[in-house]
C-alpha cells in the first residue's frame, strides 16, 4: 500500500498517454490522465498526486505554466514534477528547470530512464509522507499538556515536550536534553522511579501511575504522577515517559489533612469528655455519703461564680427550697465568713447577734447545730459545704477527719468540672465550628463548579426529608447530613479542565472522574468523627444492578442513605443546569427517575420519593 503513488499523466497525446498508464500501472500505481494543462491543474488540486508527468507542449496552458502555478499552490508546491522533452531539447530543459521542474524524461520514452525516476521519486515519497507523519507527532507531543519524554538506556533525555520543560521550570527543551531524569527527581521518590525503570528493562511493557515529586530546575518541587512505557527500534531500547502535575489534586489533599488531623484530637477530647461524670452527679453522690456516714440531717454545696462573685447552690439535701434558691453574695452570713476567713465556722461558734443574714436566721430556726466549711482546690477557694443537725452535736475526732476528705473530694471535683466545663464548651463550639467546616468545603466545591451552586445545601435538605419519610431512625441524621454536604468533596481532586469542561468527558477524563467517590473515600475515612458518615461519598454513584462505581456494588449492599443519596443527587442534578447542558424540565426528570427505578435506582427509594413530592399517580 505504501508503494503504491498515485501518478498523474498530462499529455495531449492519447498514444504517448497509453504507453505511460500501461507502464506504471504494471508497476503497481494507480495512473490519473489528462489532456491538457488546465485539466492537468485541476486533477492536481483535485487528488494531490505523489508525481506529475508534464508533457511540455499542451494545447491552452503549456508544461512550463502548468509547473509554474503547482509551484505557486500552497498544498501542492512540493509535488515532484517530471517534464517531458524531445531527447535534446536543451532550451526546454533550461527553462523547465526556472519554473521549478524536478527533471525530464525524454520523448521518444526510453523505459528504463522512465521507471528509474519514478522509482527514486516514489522511494523519497514514502520517506516525505513518513517525516510528514513524524512531524504530525512531534506536533501532538508539543502540543500535549502533559509532560512527554523519550530516555535512553542510560536514563538520558532525548526527546523533551515543551510541558515538560515547563513543568521543571527549565528555560528550554535544550536546556534538559541529554540529561539524566533521575536528576528532577526527588530522592524521597527516587526508588520509586527505578523500580518502574527496572520493571521496564525486565520486560513489563507499561508501568503507569507512579506517584514521584519531582524537582525542577530552580529546586522547587512539584507532586507528578508518571507512566512508562517501553519501546525498542533500530537504534535500541527506549523508555517513553508521561509526567502529570497532580499539585492540584495534592493541593486539596493537604487542606484536607490537616483538618483530619484537629478533628482527630477534638474526638478524642469529646470522648473524654462524655466518659466523665458530671459535676452534679458527683456532688450527689458526694451528699448521700455525707449524710450516711456523718448522720447529719441537711447538707449543701455553694459555689463560687466567679464572674458574680456569689455563693450558688450546685446540690442540698434537706433543706426547703426557698432557702436553696437565694443566691448569697460572697461577703454574706456564716457561708460568707467561711468562704473569706478560709477557716471552717459553725454556729455555735456564733453569737446570736451576728447573724446578719436571713438565710442564717432561717436556718438557725431549722438547725441546732451548723457548720461551713471552705472547699479549696490548689490553694483556690471554690465553694463552701455546708451540713446542719437538727439536735445540737458535739463532733469526735473521727467525724473531722471524715469531713475534711468529703470536702476535699467535693473541692476536687468541683476544680475538675470547671476544667471539663471548659473543654466541653470548646468542644462543642469547635464542633459547630467544624460542621462550618463541613459546609465550607461543599460551597467551596459549589463554588468551584458554579453551575453546581447551592446544589450541596439543597440535595441535603431533600435527603433528610426522604430519609425521614422513609423512616430512618432520628439518630442517622446527623451523618447522613455530614455525608450529603460532602457527597462530592471527592471532585477537589479533579482538575478544572475535566470539572468544567463543557462537553462530553473523554474515556481518559472519565477514569479520573469516576475516581471522585474513591478521593472522598480517602480523605475522609481518617477523620473518626466522619466516619459514619461515608457512605454517601463513598457509595453515591453505585447502582442498584451493580452497574455503578467505584465498587459495582449492588441492591442491598449499597448502604441506605446512599441509595436515597442518588435519586435526590440526579434530580437535582438534571434540573439544574450544567457546563455539558441545560437544566431538564420536572416531567423530564420525573419520567427519567421512574425509568430508573430497579436498574439505576432501588425502586422503594425512587416510589418514596415520587410520593413524597406528590407525583406518585404515575402510568
Ligand atoms: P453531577 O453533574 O453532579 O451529576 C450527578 C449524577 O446525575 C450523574 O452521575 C448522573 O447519574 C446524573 N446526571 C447528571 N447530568 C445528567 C445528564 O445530563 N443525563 C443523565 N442521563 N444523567 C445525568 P455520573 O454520570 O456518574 O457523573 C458524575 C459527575 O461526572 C457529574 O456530577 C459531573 O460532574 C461529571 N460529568 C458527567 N458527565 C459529564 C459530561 O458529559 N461532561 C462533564 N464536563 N462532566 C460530566
Ligand atoms: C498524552 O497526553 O499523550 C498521554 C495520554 C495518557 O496516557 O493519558
Ligand atoms: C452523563 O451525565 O452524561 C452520563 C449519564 C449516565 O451515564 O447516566
Ligand atoms: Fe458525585
Ligand atoms: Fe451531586
Redesign the pocket.
Known amino acids: 500500500m505504501e508503494k503504491t503513488s498515485t501518478i498523474l499523466i498530462a499529455d495531449d497525446d492519447p498514444g504517448a498517454r497509453l504507453i505511460l498508464q500501461r507502464l506504471l500501472a504494471r508497476e503497481g500505481h494507480r495512473v490519473l490522465m489528462a489532456q491538457n494543462g488546465a485539466e492537468a491543474l485541476r486533477q492536481s488540486i483535485e487528488h494531490t498526486p505523489d508525481l506529475v508527468l508534464l508533457d511540455v507542449l499542451m494545447p491552452e496552458l503549456d508544461g512550463f505554466e502548468v509547473c509554474r502555478q503547482l509551484r505557486r499552490h500552497p498544498r501542492l508546491r512540493e509535488i515532484p514534477i517530471l517534464l517531458v522533452t524531445s531527447l535534446g531539447d536543451h532550451q526546454s530543459r533550461v527553462q523547465g528547470l526556472s519554473v521549478g521542474a524536478d527533471g525530464f524524461i525524454s520523448k521518444p520514452f526510453d523505459m528504463a530512464e522512465l521507471l528509474a525516476h519514478v522509482r527514486t521519486i516514489t522511494r523519497l515519497n514514502r520517506y516525505r509522507r513518513l517525516l510528514a507523519e513524524q512531524e504530525r507527532f512531534q506536533r501532538l507531543i508539543e502540543l500535549s499538556p502533559e509532560g512527554i519524554a523519550t530516555i535512553n538506556a542510560e536514563g538520558r533525555l532525548l526527546l523533551i515536550n515543551p510541558a515538560l520543560a515547563a513543568l521543571l521550570e527549565a528555560p528550554s527543551v535544550e536546556h534538559l536534553l541529554g540529561n539524566t531524569l533521575h536528576t528532577y527527581i526527588h530522592i524521597a521518590s527516587l526508588d520509586r522511579y527505578q523500580a518502574g525503570m527496572q520493571a521496564l528493562e525486565q520486560g513489563v511493557q507499561q508501568v503507569p501511575q507512579i506517584e514521584v515529586l519531582l524537582v525542577g530546575v530552580n529546586g522547587r518541587t512539584l507532586p507528578a504522577e508518571i507512566s512508562l512505557g517501553r519501546f525498542h527500534d533500530q537504534n535500541g531500547s527506549f523508555a517513553q515517559i508521561i509526567i502529570r502535575d497532580i499539585s492540584e489534586r495534592k493541593r486539596a489533599e493537604a487542606q484536607i489533612h490537616r483538618q483530619v488531623s484537629r478533628l482527630t484530637s477534638l474526638h478524642a477530647i469529646g470522648v473524654a469528655i462524655t466518659a466523665s461524670l458530671e459535676l452534679s452527679a458527683t456532688l450527689n453522690i458526694l451528699l448521700d455519703r455525707l449524710i450516711e456516714e456523718l448522720r447529719v440531717d441537711a447538707a449543701s454545696v455553694l459555689l463560687l461564680n466567679p464572674r458574680t462573685m456569689n455563693l450558688e447552690a450546685a446540690c442540698s439535701r434537706g433543706l426547703p427550697s426557698p432557702i436553696v434558691q437565694v443566691p448569697l453574695c460572697s461577703e454574706e452570713g456564716l457561708a460568707g465568713m467561711a468562704l473569706r476567713t478560709q477557716q471552717t465556722v459553725s454556729l455555735t461558734s456564733v453569737p446570736a447577734e451576728m447573724l446578719l443574714s436571713e438565710r442564717d436566721r432561717a436556718l438557725a430556726a431549722l438547725f441546732a447545730a451548723y457548720f461551713a466549711i471552705p472547699l479549696r482546690a490548689r490553694g483556690e477557694i471554690k465553694g463552701v459545704l455546708e451540713i446542719m443537725l437538727r439536735e445540737s452535736f458535739t463532733p469526735d475526732d473521727h467525724w473531722w477527719t471524715f469531713l475534711e476528705a468529703l470536702a476535699m473530694q467535693a473541692a476536687i471535683a468541683i476544680e475538675t468540672s470547671v476544667l471539663f466545663e471548659e473543654l466541653r464548651r470548646t468542644h462543642a463550639e469547635l464542633q459547630q465550628s467544624y460542621d462550618a467546616t463541613i459546609v465550607g468545603w461543599s460551597r467551596a466545591l459549589d463554588l468551584r463548579?458554579h453551575e453546581?451552586e447551592g446544589?450541596s445545601e439543597r440535595v441535603t435538605e431533600l435527603t433528610l426529608r426522604l430519609a425521614r419519610w422513609m423512616g430512618l431512625p432520628e439518630d442517622q441524621m446527623e451523618h447522613i447530613r455530614r455525608g450529603a454536604l460532602l457527597h462530592?468533596i471527592g471532585?477537589m481532586g479533579?482538575p478544572d479542565a475535566?470539572?468544567?469542561?463543557?462537553?462530553?468527558?473523554s474515556v481518559d477524563?472519565?477514569a479520573i472522574?469516576?475516581q471522585?467517590p474513591v478521593y472522598a473515600f480517602r480523605w475522609l475515612s481518617a477523620i473518626p468523627f466522619l466516619q459514619p458518615a461515608l457512605d454517601i461519598p463513598y457509595a453515591h454513584?453505585e447502582r442498584w444492578d451493580g452497574s455503578?462505581?467505584p465498587r459495582s456494588l449492588r441492591g442491598e449492599q449499597i448502604p441506605m442513605a446512599a441509595r436515597i443519596f442518588?435519586v435526590v443527587?440526579?434530580w437535582d442534578?438534571?434540573r439544574s443546569d450544567?457546563?455539558?447542558?441545560a437544566a431538564?424540565t420536572e416531567e423530564q426528570a420525573v419520567a427519567?427517575l421512574r425509568s430508573l427505578a430497579g436498574t439505576?435506582f432501588d425502586p422503594q427509594v425512587v416510589r418514596a420519593f415520587l410520593e413524597m413530592f406528590g407525583y406518585d399517580r404515575g402510568d
Open positions: 463548579d453546581t446544589h462530592d471532585k479533579v475535566i470539572l468544567l469542561k463543557p462537553g462530553p468527558l477524563e472519565w472522574m469516576r471522585h454513584h455503578g462505581y442518588a443527587d440526579v442534578a438534571l450544567r457546563p455539558y447542558r431538564w427519567y439505576h
